[in-house]
């Protein structure tokens, strides 16, 4: 049982590590299981195809992310400076990973969004659930800091949807530009879509 | 020397539509030859790898974009309705797409900056210049903007990246949700980075 489950989490972070550098497509399950160092027979004992790896990839990192997430944005403190640690942590968390590896990675989901919400509809609607659920975490503060009348947004939902999305494409500009020193404005310009300034 | 040309064209047409749709490290030189209707002898006699394709279909797209962008950017008008044109431009293009094909296939440059800046170089250093020619396009018109007093911001240059930053984001979301709607609020987006309302 210890080992079964040992098998599974070496397929699952063997797959989280090939895709996050190299991206879901061009991916076998040959390679996968040699970087996980377990035979190609575990592989369909777990997953019954690479989309349900996907799938499980997606899930156990938006399990984390949102730990992450609800720990800086649901804390103490004033709204707008529990967003302001999102985005740090965001620095933080990207820096950390071009220090172990040499790049920038980047955001998971808005890699697999791009390479693939167009060829499976499962992923799609995960990855739809997930930005959802990080345009609700950041809605909800987004509301507490208009209660406040620290901002002066109309619409909480579009402007919370404008902060996630300026931050995918910062990350994406990141990624680009293998510097990290690109989320450095994402405090700001937060603060600019928000009406905080 | 038509019939060769053609051919060559053949290629990148098929190969531009075949990356977008499923992206660049799935496909083969033998598929996208097929798609083309051309020999594979064809492929290597104008391209010395898939690389090489893959950075004339980048060329290719920009060229015709950057003529599009300068189209809308440097032509008459009042500087931030020159942005706007921008977006709903964007948003056309878009709809254009999915009126097509069926779904929004977002900005071929995001999604190759995903999925390829962290496995070539050249490619990488290729999607750099166009992210930079795109930022000095829009940055011009926000320093043009700023001389009449119509924005306030002082970093021109990182206003003109989070302009483009909130461009992708929104882009992705829009293929993510395969919805042009999602593009609507770029203007507004854009107002308030700029500190224009």
Redesign the interface.
């Known amino acids: 049982m210890g080992r079964t489950s040992d098998a599974k989490q070496k397929i699952l972070g063997a797959a989280r590590s090939l895709i996050e ?3 879901y ?2 991916l076998g399950v040959a390679e996968i299981c040699k970087a996980a160092g377990v035979p190609k027979g575990s592989f369909y004992y777990f997953f019954e195809s690479k989309e349900s790896l996907a799938l499980a990839v997606v899930d156990e990192h938006w399990t984390a992310q949102r730990r992450d997430w609800a720990r800086v944005l649901e804390g103490d403190g004033e709204p707008l400076q529990r967003l302001r640690g999102l985005f740090e942590e965001t620095q933080a968390g990207q820096r950390a990973v071009q220090e172990g590896c040499g ?1 920038v ?2 955001c998971l989901f ?2 697999l ?3 693939l ?3 499976t509809e499962a992923v ?1 609607r995960r ?2 659930e997930i ?1 959802d659920a990080q345009v609700d975490m950041v809605e909800t503060v987004v509301k507490e800091a208009r209660e406040r009348g620290d901002v002066a947004v109309v619409d909480t939902r ?1 402007a919370a ?2 902060v ?7 990350v ?2 990141a ?4 510097s990290t020193e ?1 989320l450095t ?1 994402l405090w ?2 937060c603060l ?4 905080a ?1």
Chains 1, 2 share one sequence.
């Open positions: 550098g190299r991206g497509s061009a790049t990675s980047g808005g890699n969004t791009l390479e919400s167009n060829q799609r990855l739809q930005f579009e949807r404008a996630v999305a300026q931050l995918e494409g910062q994406m500009f990624k680009l530009y293998n690109r404005p700001n310009n600019a879509l928000l009406g300034r």
